[in-house]
């Protein structure tokens, strides 16, 4: 028997992105499968708009961030999987399908994450989380694996730290790691992933699993697109650490 999957989507002020979105969920999955929207901020669509796509949509008047919209969906359902994308994605054909297919045939696996393309350019496939000491104390940083040296070695997929934004968990693992809705935007996935390593949750980006990502502006207020004061203070204080991004070279 198949596992009951709901696709969870946080949105905010720009319900161009999500229409998007929405549409190449129903073009590339299943007619019928379950969504929810957290929809905050001021300018959402008109109900009948969402009716076409059967979404279920919660309203929030006030801006929340993506983590505690996220947050809001897992308590808001008892499926098996829950599978979260952002707005600005856009599904291609078989990604819904290859994410939940390995998540479903690899039961070891707790969490599986697609991959972007921006720009015409694929993006990094996994999230690696590394320790070193700087002159502040203990700091936390990324390492990146790219998607062509994964499939130069003919890897399907790779186990990694922290998964992008297109990721589908198993509801058990929720009781492990959870979308800390503290969080306004910044350094809310590099927490996820903190939680996910230390806590040693299966986490595998999944090779082919691919989804545009566009980026853009907001018709409204939002705390996306600030460096949302506080949340590197809240990190250092959750953390001990300082969290100084990917190191690269």
Request: proline letters at 6%; hydrophobic letters at 40%.
């Amino acid at each position: 028997m198949s596992a009951r999957v709901v696709i969870g989507i946080p949105t905010c002020n720009r319900p161009d992105k999500l229409l998007a979105c929405l549409e190449s969920v129903r073009r590339t999955y299943r007619p019928d499968a379950a969504v929810v929207v957290v929809d905050s901020g001021t300018i959402s669509l008109p109900p009948e708009r969402l009716a076409a796509f059967g979404a279920r949509v919660i309203r929030i008047d006030h801006v929340i961030g993506p983590a505690a919209a996220r947050a809001r969906i897992t308590r808001e359902t008892d499926q098996e999987l829950i599978l979260f994308l952002d707005d600005d994605l856009i599904a291609r054909p078989g990604a819904l399908d290859k994410l939940i297919g390995f998540i479903t045939d690899h039961p070891g696996v707790q969490i599986a994450s697609g991959h972007w393309v921006q720009d015409g350019q694929p993006t990094e496939l996994g999230q690696f989380i590394e320790f070193g000491l700087s002159d502040q104390g203990i700091a936390a940083f990324k390492r990146f694996i790219r998607p062509d040296e994964a499939v130069a070695s003919r890897l399907q997929a790779v186990c990694c730290d922290i998964p992008l934004a297109s990721l589908v968990i198993r509801r058990d693992a929720t009781r492990q790691v959870n979308f800390d809705g503290r969080y306004k935007f910044f350094y809310e996935m590099f927490d996820f992933g903190m939680q996910c390593k230390t806590q040693g949750v299966g986490v595998f980006a999944v090779v082919g699993a691919l989804f545009d990502h566009h980026p853009g502006g907001y018709q409204g207020p939002s705390q996306r697109d600030d460096r949302a004061p506080g949340d590197f203070e809240y990190f250092v204080e959750k953390w001990n650490m300082i969290p100084i991004g990917p190191l690269r070279g």
